[in-house]
Structures are given as C-alpha cells and as structure tokens.
C-alpha cells in the first residue's frame, strides 16, 4: 500500500514535501524499530524503469521505502552518538540551499554562498575565540576537516625544514613524525593515511583513563622527536568527553617547531559555554581545530569547519589552478581554495540560519543543558545497583559499565521505542555509550533514560 505521504502532482511537489516534513517531526515512530537489511533492500529495488515517473509517485514511493530504515535521530530519547537533531531552521535553510541550487566552488558560481561562508568565519571564530587571522574551509564534517587542516600541517612543517612536498611529494620526503593519543577518534588516523602518513610516522603516546594523552608520555615521546612534526590533540574524548592539556601540548609543539592541531569535533563548542570554557583552556594556541556543525550547531548534513591560523598554509595545500577558474579583481574569496573540494554544496546558508536562530545565548544554553543531563545521568545512577561509571564526567559524553549485561539491557531499552542507544568496545570492555547532543534531548531524557535502566536492573 502507498504510504499517501506525497500525493500531489508535481506542480505542489515542494508543498506536498513541506506538509510532510511538519507530520514526520511530529509524529512518534519508535526511535530504533528498524527493517532489516533484506526488507529495506526489497523496498529499494523495485527495477529501474526505461521511462521516467511522475515525481510525486517517486517520492511516495521513497517515502515508502526509506521510512522504515529511518533512525530516530531528531528525537530527545536518540543517545547513541554524538549527532545533532538537525534543527528545524537549519532544515528549512537547507531546503533553500538545494532549491538555489547552488554550487558554492568559486565566488562567481555563487556570490552569496561565498560571502556567507565569509561571515560565518567570523562569527565563528568570536563564537569559539579563536584566532581571529584564521581561515575557515566549510567541509562536510570533522574528518574532512582534519584532513584539510592535516593537509595545510603536512605542508607548512615540511615547508620550515626546506623541503617543498607540495611541488616534490612524499618520495624522499624527511620523515615526519605524528605524536598523537593513543585514546585519539580514529578520524585522525583516517585523515592521517589519506595524506600518505602510514604507521611508521605515527608515534601513539600513552592516554589515562578518561582518554586523554598523559602529559609526561607526550614529553617523553617528543624527546625522541626530529625533524618536520606534527601534535594531535583531542577537545572531547568520544567516549568520556575527556580533553587534553592544551597547554603541553602546545609547548611540546613550539619545542619541536611542530604544528599543533586539535580534533575537536564537539568538543570545541565548550569553548562558547562559559561554565566549560575552563576544559578547552588554551586551545587556541593551536595551528588549527576541526569541529562539527551537525553536532552541537544542530545544522543538518552535512557540515563540517576546518579552522586553520595560518591562511597561505592551507591555501598552499588546497590550491586548484586552472582557467576556467575564473577570479576577478572585487571578488570575495572562492572556498574551494580552503577545501579538498572544488564542485560542493553551499554549507555556509544553513550554518548562518542556526547562528542567527540559536544566537550566542542559545548555543550557550544548548551546551549546558546537554550537560547538565550527562550529569544529572551520572547523578542518578549512582543510585542504581549494577551501573559503574567508569571516568568522571565533564562533557556531554556517559559510559556506563552494568555488570556484563550492557548489550542485554541496551537491547531493552531500544525495546521500550523511547531510545535509541548502541553499546561500544572501549579498552577491552563494553560500555553502553550515552551521548547528549540533539537540541530535543536534557535533563528530563536522563531521567527517563535513568527510570527505564533503573527497572530493567531490578531483573
């Protein structure tokens, strides 16, 4: 049967999409009540057809195929992950985004576009207090936003020792030395390889128990250290919410003339949080910083800021060249200068929407309501038989240990329809993950989510 979500023709097409839009986010579909891989394959592939179909039957259809492969992700019981809810704002600026159909390469293919990724540079930048010379490339999320800014890194260190690797490449490079968390996302160690970086440059230094790099460790790797480096440091432990020393990190970098560039991919936002400002504290020493939109800005995917101080270091590295590229003398900047991309969508309108739709304020808010549930989880279940929480909790970020059943009761608590959480492998143990990030979820889901393990355990 049709799911009837889109029954107009195509002259009401975008209306029809809207009304649905409005009955899908207030609708109450469990969060995890999935098909599996073989009925949502059915579903899909229904044959392609040799002549086209009208465009609302499509979507009907899509409607009908996708919805239950959907997870809950914009739902105040959705913990699993660190990913926003994709605010209703940023949503509709998406919308428009996809309806302007613009490609956001070079200034002249989208005047707009690049202006707004301009001032949203600087809204940022005084948001998180970040040097203010920076250069920010609008990527699709943290990890190509590490690779970006471990690109402009790459260059520029190689670049102190006198050797060109944008001009000679890696073949009889100097070895380059990576000094990074053994506890480190494992982004980094993608974006890492993606730039030709193996294991033999990277040396993994010793991280405590919350994840973060153990500051005498990280001296005693660098002593070993010569040649063209680079530091990775960490704001917001995936699984702790643990941060670095910045401050060690930083002066081991200096000592090295190495750059020094943090993954903080949610993290990072503690930064516009004055109650947490204190966990990122001297961040901004850093060369460059990864963060995510669709984290805690709640803008849609995908959307992804590669902060960089040193502007020609990463232009060097991005550079793209050709004539047809046009440039004329009165133009803002081209973004595709400052990413890997050079066609790309526009991510800078829906970034500009949810900062002007959450303001400074709100986005404070947001961070502290985000993790005031952390703690008031953690709060809770110290009163629960059976729950260990196995590091402090500072961030957004729970682990909970329960006793060896964490995949039985995490299977029931999926069960319940009012959450949606996965279980993790961390140092040899699983750990049921809670992460507070989507702007519906705060201190009333973690006393939901407390009440629901609280009767489970009682099994």
Same mark, same amino acid.
């Given at each position: *049967?049709?799911?009837?979500?889109?029954?107009?023709?195509?002259?009401?097409?975008?209306?029809?999409?809207?009304?649905?839009?409005?009955?899908?986010?207030? @609708?109450?579909?469990?969060?995890?009540?999935?098909?599996?891989?073989? =009925?949502?394959?059915?579903?899909?592939?229904?044959?392609?057809?040799?002549? !086209?179909?009208?465009?609302?039957?499509?979507?009907?259809?899509?409607?009908?195929?996708?919805?239950?492969?959907?997870? @809950?992700?914009?739902?105040?019981?959705?913990?699993?992950?660190?990913?926003?809810?994709?605010?209703?704002?940023?949503?509709?600026?998406?919308?428009?985004?996809?309806?302007?159909?613009?490609?956001?390469?070079?200034?002249?293919?989208?005047?707009?576009?690049? =202006?707004?990724?301009?001032?949203? +540079?600087?809204?940022?930048?005084?948001?998180?207090?970040?040097?203010?010379?920076?250069?920010?490339? /609008?990527?699709?999320?943290?990890?190509?936003?590490?690779?970006?800014?471990?690109?402009?890194?790459? +260059?520029?260190?190689?670049?102190?020792?006198?050797?060109?690797?944008?001009?000679?490449?890696?073949?009889?490079?100097?070895?380059?030395?990576?000094?990074?968390?053994? &506890?480190?996302?494992?982004?980094?160690?993608?974006?890492?390889?993606?730039? !030709?970086? !193996?294991?033999? #440059?990277?040396?993994?230094?010793?991280?405590?128990?919350?994840?973060? *790099?153990?500051?005498? +460790?990280?001296?005693?790797?660098?002593?070993?250290?010569?040649?063209?480096?680079?530091? $990775?440091?960490?704001? @917001?432990?995936?699984?702790?919410?643990? /941060? &670095?020393?910045?401050?060690?990190?930083?002066?081991?970098?200096?000592?090295?003339?190495?750059?020094?560039? $943090?993954?903080?991919?949610?993290?990072?936002?503690?930064?516009?949080?004055?109650?947490?400002?204190?966990?990122?504290?001297?961040?901004?020493?850093?060369?460059?910083?990864?963060?995510?939109?669709?984290?805690?800005?709640?803008?849609?995917?995908?959307? %992804?800021?590669?902060? =960089?101080?040193?502007?020609?270091? =990463?232009?060097?590295?991005?550079?793209?060249?050709?004539?047809?590229?046009?440039?004329?003398? %009165?133009?803002?900047? #081209?973004? +595709? %200068?400052?990413?890997?991309?050079?066609?790309?969508?526009?991510?800078? /309108?829906?970034?500009?929407?949810?900062?002007?739709?959450?303001?400074?304020? @709100?986005?404070?808010?947001?961070?502290?309501?985000?993790?005031?549930?952390?703690?008031?989880?953690?709060?809770?279940?110290?009163?629960?038989?059976?729950?260990?929480?196995?590091?402090?909790?500072?961030?957004?970020?729970?682990?909970?240990?329960?006793?060896?059943?964490?995949?039985?009761?995490?299977?029931?608590?999926?069960?319940?329809?009012? /959450?949606?959480?996965?279980?993790?492998?961390?140092?040899?143990?699983?750990?049921?993950?809670?992460?507070?990030? %989507?702007?519906?979820?705060?201190?009333?889901?973690?006393?939901?989510?407390?009440?629901?393990?609280?009767?489970?355990?009682?099994?």
């Amino acid at each position: *049967m049709k799911h009837s979500a889109i029954p107009g023709g195509e002259s009401s097409l975008l209306l029809d999409v809207a009304a649905y839009a409005g009955r899908y986010r207030d @609708g109450d579909k469990p969060l995890d009540d999935l098909a599996g891989a073989d =009925v949502l394959r059915r579903s899909f592939d229904i044959g392609l057809p040799d002549k !086209g179909r009208p465009a609302g039957d499509v979507l009907a259809d899509l409607v009908d195929a996708a919805e239950p492969g959907i997870v @809950g992700a914009t739902k105040p019981g959705f913990l699993s992950w660190v990913i926003g809810a994709s605010h209703e704002a940023g949503v509709a600026a998406d919308w428009l985004t996809s309806l302007w159909g613009q490609n956001a390469g070079l200034y002249q293919t989208s005047p707009a576009a690049a =202006v707004c990724e301009e001032v949203v +540079s600087g809204w940022l930048l005084d948001l998180l207090d970040l040097p203010r010379e920076s250069a920010i490339g /609008f990527a699709t999320g943290a990890t190509m936003a590490t690779f970006t800014c471990l690109a402009a890194a790459r +260059s520029e260190v190689f670049r102190r020792v006198g050797y060109d690797v944008d001009g000679l490449g890696l073949q009889g490079a100097p070895h380059l030395t990576v000094l990074i968390g053994a &506890d480190a996302h494992v982004s980094n160690r993608a974006a890492l390889r993606y730039l !030709g970086l !193996g294991k033999s #440059n990277i040396v993994e230094v010793e991280a405590g128990p919350d994840g973060a *790099m153990l500051v005498e +460790s990280l001296r005693a790797a660098a002593a070993h250290v010569s040649g063209p480096a680079i530091v $990775v440091a960490q704001a @917001g432990h995936i699984h702790s919410g643990a /941060f &670095d020393d910045f401050a060690a990190a930083a002066e081991v970098a200096r000592e090295l003339n190495a750059w020094l560039h $943090v993954d903080g991919a949610f993290g990072l936002w503690a930064r516009s949080a004055p109650a947490r400002r204190h966990l990122a504290e001297h961040v901004e020493l850093a060369d460059s910083w990864a963060v995510d939109g669709h984290k805690w800005l709640q803008t849609p995917y995908d959307s %992804g800021f590669a902060i =960089v101080r040193h502007p020609a270091a =990463v232009q060097r590295a991005m550079a793209k060249e050709a004539g047809y590229l046009n440039h004329a003398s %009165g133009d803002g900047h #081209n973004p +595709s %200068g400052l990413v890997p991309e050079l066609s790309r969508r526009a991510r800078g /309108f829906a970034a500009w929407a949810m900062l002007q739709t959450l303001g400074r304020d @709100g986005i404070t808010q947001l961070v502290e309501r985000h993790c005031a549930a952390a703690a008031r989880l953690a709060q809770r279940c110290r009163d629960i038989a059976g729950v260990e929480i196995p590091h402090p909790v500072v961030l957004n970020q729970v682990a909970l240990t329960l006793g060896g059943r964490e995949q039985e009761v995490c299977d029931r608590l999926n069960a319940t329809g009012d /959450f949606f959480l996965r279980t993790a492998k961390w140092r040899g143990q699983t750990i049921l993950r809670v992460s507070f990030s %989507g702007h519906p979820s705060g201190p009333d889901t973690a006393d939901a989510l407390a009440d629901a393990l609280a009767l489970i355990l009682k099994d």
